[in-house]
C-alpha cells in the first residue's frame, strides 16, 4: 500500500517508516520539522536501502494537501503530525488546538476530496484521564483529560468517530499509546526531544551521558509498590510494527477500529533507574521531588484486543528497550545533526 505519513520524520512516524518499508509498503512522508530533523531520511536510507519521499509542509496547507493526493495514489493516512509537549499545551492552548484539532479537520476534509477513505490515528492513553481501575481497555470511559493536549486528542478522536459514522465506508484505526521509548536496533533512529527532556527515559539518558546532572523523581508517596510512579512502557519498534499490522489488518474494513497499543506490564521510576543502571553499567543519580501536577499513580494497558483481533502483541521487554535507548543516545550526543541531508 502507498501510505501517507503525517508527522513522518518524527520519532514514532520514523521508525514506522522503517517497518512499512520492511513490510513491503510504501511510505511518503509529510512533516514541517517543527519537531524533527531532516538528516532523519539519510538515516533511515542507511536503515533499509530506500530514500523515502518527502513533502516538506505544513498539514493544515491545503494546496499541498491537494497536490501530494493528486501526485500519489494515496491508499491511507497515519496521521502522526502533532505538537505533543504536555507543559507547553496548557501555556499556549491556542497553538495546540489549532495545529492539532484544525490540522486534523483539515486532513479529514483534503483526503474526502481526494477519495482517500482509510486513516490511522495517533492517539494516547491520556484520553482515559485518571481511570479507577488498572489495566485500562479501550471501554473505560474517555474524555477526563487535565491538559489542552489530552483535550486535543480526545477531540480528534471524537471528530473522527463522528466522521465515520457520517461516512460508513471509511476505516478510521485509532491507536492509543502507552509509553513509547527505546529506539531502533542499529542505533541510526531515536528520539531527540528538544531541550529539557519532559519524559523519564530520554531524561534518564541524559543524566547518564553527563547532559543533566540528576534525575528528579516526582513523587514517592504514590500508593503503588515502591511510592513512584507506574507505566507501560513500549518499544519504540514494537509499536511501530502494530501500525502496520492494524493498516494489513483493518485499513479495508470499513468502521471505527480502537486499540490499545501497550504490553499490559507496569514498571515504576525506580524500576526504570534500576533497569537502567544493570542494562548499562552507567550511574542515573536521582532525588526525590513533589508529585508533578497532572500526574498519575499508575496507568497501564489490557492490551488483549490488538492481540485477539490483529495478532499484535509487543515481544520487546524492558532490558532491550533500555539498552536501545542508550545505544541510541551514546551514538548520537547531539541526535541527527552534524550531517548534510541529500534530497532524492
Ligand atoms: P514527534 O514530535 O517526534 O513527531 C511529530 C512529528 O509531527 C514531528 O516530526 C513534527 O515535526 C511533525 N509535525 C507537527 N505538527 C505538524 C504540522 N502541523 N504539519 C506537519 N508536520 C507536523 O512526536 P512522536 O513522539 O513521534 O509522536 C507522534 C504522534 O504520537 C503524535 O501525534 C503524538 O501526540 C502521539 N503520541 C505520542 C506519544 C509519545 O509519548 N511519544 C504518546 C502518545 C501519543
Ligand atoms: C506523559 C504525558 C502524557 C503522554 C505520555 C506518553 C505529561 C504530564 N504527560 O505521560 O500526556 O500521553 O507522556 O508519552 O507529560 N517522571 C519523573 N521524572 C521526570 C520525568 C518523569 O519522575 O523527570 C515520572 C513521572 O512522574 C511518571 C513517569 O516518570 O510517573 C513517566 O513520566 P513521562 O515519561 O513524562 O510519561 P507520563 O507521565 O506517563
Not at 61 to 69: G, S, V
Not at 244 to 263: C, D, F, P, S
Not at 301 to 319: I, M, T, V
Request: proline share 5%; hydrophobic share 40%; glycine share 8%.
Amino acid at each position: 500500500m502507498n501510505i501517507l505519513l503525517t508527522g513522518g520524520a518524527g520519532f514514532i512516524g520514523a521508525h514506522t517508516v522503517v517497518e512499512l518499508l520492511n513490510a513491503g509498503h510504501t511510505p511518503i512522508i509529510l512533516d514541517n520539522f517543527c519537531n524533527a530533523h531532516p538528516n532523519v531520511l539519510t538515516r533511515i536510507k542507511m536503515i533499509t536501502g530506500v530514500l523515502p519521499k518527502l513533502y516538506q509542509g505544513d498539514v493544515r496547507d491545503r494546496e499541498l494537501l491537494k497536490r501530494i493526493f493528486n501526485e500519489n495514489k494515496i491508499d491511507s493516512v497515519i496521521h502522526f503530525a502533532a505538537l505533543k509537549a504536555v507543559g507547553e499545551s496548557v501555556a499556549q492552548p491556542l497553538r495546540y488546538y489549532d495545529n492539532n484539532v484544525s490540522g486534523s479537520l483539515i486532513l479529514l476534509e483534503e483526503m474526502q476530496q481526494a477519495g482517500v477513505k482509510s486513516i490511522v490515528f495517533s492517539s494516547s492513553a491520556t484520553v482515559y484521564g485518571e481511570p479507577k481501575t488498572m489495566p485500562i481497555n479501550e471501554n473505560f470511559p474517555t474524555g477526563a483529560t487535565t491538559n489542552p493536549y489530552g483535550t486535543s486528542k480526545h477531540m480528534m478522536e471524537r471528530i473522527m468517530m463522528d466522521m465515520q459514522r457520517a461516512q460508513p465506508d471509511w476505516s478510521v484505526i485509532i491507536l492509543r499509546y502507552f509509553n513509547p521509548i527505546g529506539a531502533h536496533a542499529s542505533g541510526k533512529i531515536g528520539e531527540q526531544p528538544n531541550g529539557i527532556p519532559n519524559n523519564l527515559l530520554p531524561y534518564v539518558t541524559q543524566v547518564a551521558a553527563g547532559k543533566l546532572k540528576e534525575l528528579s523523581i516526582f513523587g514517592n508517596d504514590y500508593p503503588t509498590a515502591d511510592g513512584t510512579g507506574v507505566r507501560d512502557y513500549i518499544h519504540v519498534v514494537d509499536l511501530a510494527q502494530g501500525h502496520v499490522q492494524a493498516l494489513n489488518v483493518k485499513a479495508r474494513e470499513a468502521g471505527t477500529h480502537i486499540y490499545n497499543l501497550g504490553t499490559g506490564k507496569g514498571y515504576s521510576v525506580l524500576d526504570i533507574v534500576q533497569t537502567f543502571e544493570r542494562e548499562t553499567g552507567q550511574r542515573v543519580p536521582y532525588v526525590f521531588k513533589e508529585r508533578r501536577a497532572g500526574d498519575i499513580a499508575e496507568c497501564y494497558a489490557d492490551p488483549q484486543k490488538a492481540w485477539r483481533e490483529l495478532n499484535w502483541q509487543a515481544k520487546r521487554q524492558l532490558p532491550e528497550m533500555i539498552r536501545d535507548a542508550w545505544h541510541w543516545q551514546k551514538n548520537n550526543p547531539n541526535g541527527y545533526e552534524n550531517e548534510t541531508f541529500q534530497a532524492a
